[in-house]
């Protein structure tokens, strides 16, 4: 069983839907986050959650909202979205926020934003 | 603030050939750093890591690198390719106990 699970693989959405990107991670790790992956960039860090309390927004725009019921699910929830925001969302998750960097990465959802 | 700068968007070797992938690190203080490969259609895997100690890291599938602080370079080596190992490679920067920074990324590709 893979260690970090993302749901769905690939999303197609127009402006104005609503939908939601789930995570689970089966690793027993206390820290989760997102990521955005985008061609010829770096990749970006989005939020970070350590034992269910965000600690991190990297100004990400509103119209992205996270939640993390608990340690093992972490969910983004997507609403008019544009089409820049077409991209590879990561969900990563490690130890805890004070480990030294060594993350496990789910396979990312393909969101692409019509 | 911290940063990564990998040298080349794309390297092409030929397969039993040797992999040089480079990445140098601006931090201002001792750095964490890493290398993370990303497969077609996969997320980011660890290849390896320094954190502390010898400055010569071994990694999986026959990888490692070198820190070297005076050129503030973390080099990822494979002395002989594999036609397996064409992936997207990340170097990555921790100044200590803070977020991860990533480089853009450089592509390996594998010839027969």
């Known amino acids: 069983e893979t260690g970090v699970t993302q749901t769905p693989r690939h999303l197609v959405m127009g402006m104005t839907n609503k939908k939601s990107l789930k995570c689970e991670q089966h690793l027993g790790h206390n820290a989760m986050y997102w990521y955005k992956q985008s061609a010829k960039k770096p990749l970006e860090l989005m939020f970070v959650y350590n034992f269910k309390e965000q600690t991190e927004n990297n100004s990400v725009p509103s119209r992205f909202s996270p939640e993390c019921p608990n340690s093992s699910h972490l969910f983004l929830h997507l609403h008019t979205l544009q089409p820049e925001d077409s991209a590879l969302y990561l969900c990563?998750?490690?130890?805890?926020?004070?480990?030294?960097?060594?993350?496990?990465f789910g396979e990312g959802s393909r969101l692409t934003v019509l | 603030a911290q940063s990564v700068t990998q040298l080349g968007s794309h390297v092409s070797v030929s397969e039993g050939a040797l992999v040089l992938l480079r990445c140098n690190y601006s931090s201002s203080v001792p750095p964490y750093l890493f290398w993370y490969v990303q497969y077609p259609n996969q997320g980011l895997q660890l290849l390896l890591k320094y954190t502390t100690g010898a400055t010569l890291v071994k990694g999986i599938n026959g990888f490692e690198a070198e820190f070297k602080k005076s050129e503030t370079s973390f080099h990822l080596t494979k002395p002989s390719a594999h036609m397996s190992d064409a992936a997207e490679y990340f170097c990555?920067?921790?100044?200590?106990?803070?977020?991860?920074?990533f480089g853009t990324g450089t592509r390996l590709l594998v010839s027969p």
């Open positions: 990563a998750s490690s130890q805890d926020r004070q480990s030294t960097g060594e993350l496990f």
């Open positions: 990555a920067v921790s100044p200590g106990f803070q977020k991860l920074v």
